[in-house]
C-alpha cells in the first residue's frame, strides 16, 4: 500500500513539474515570437523606404520596384 502512495506521489510531482516546464516554454517561445516579428516589421519598413527613396522609378510603387529589382538581378 505504501508503495502505490509513493508511485502516485511520484506521478504528481511528474505531472506538476511537466505542466510547469510546458508553460514556461510557451512562454519563452512566444516572447521570441514576438520579437522576432517585430526586427521583420522595422527592417520591412526600412526596406521600403529605401526601395521608396532611392531604387523606385518615377510613379512607380514599391512592390512594382522590388519586383522589377528582383527580376533585374536574375541571370
Do not use: C, W
Not at 511528474?14 to 521570441?32: C, H, R
Not at 527592417?43 to 522590388?66: P, Q
Request: net charge negative; glycine share 8%; charged share 35%.
Amino acid at each position: 500500500m505504501s508503495r502505490s502512495k509513493l508511485v502516485e506521489a511520484n506521478e504528481k510531482i511528474a505531472k506538476n513539474v511537466t505542466e510547469g516546464f510546458n508553460n514556461m516554454s510557451d512562454g519563452v517561445v512566444s516572447g521570441y515570437k514576438k520579437i522576432e516579428n517585430a526586427v521583420v516589421g522595422g527592417y520591412t519598413k526600412i526596406e521600403d523606404k529605401f526601395v521608396e527613396r532611392y531604387l523606385a522609378h518615377e510613379g512607380e510603387s514599391v512592390e512594382e520596384a522590388k519586383a522589377r529589382l528582383k527580376k533585374e538581378q536574375e541571370p
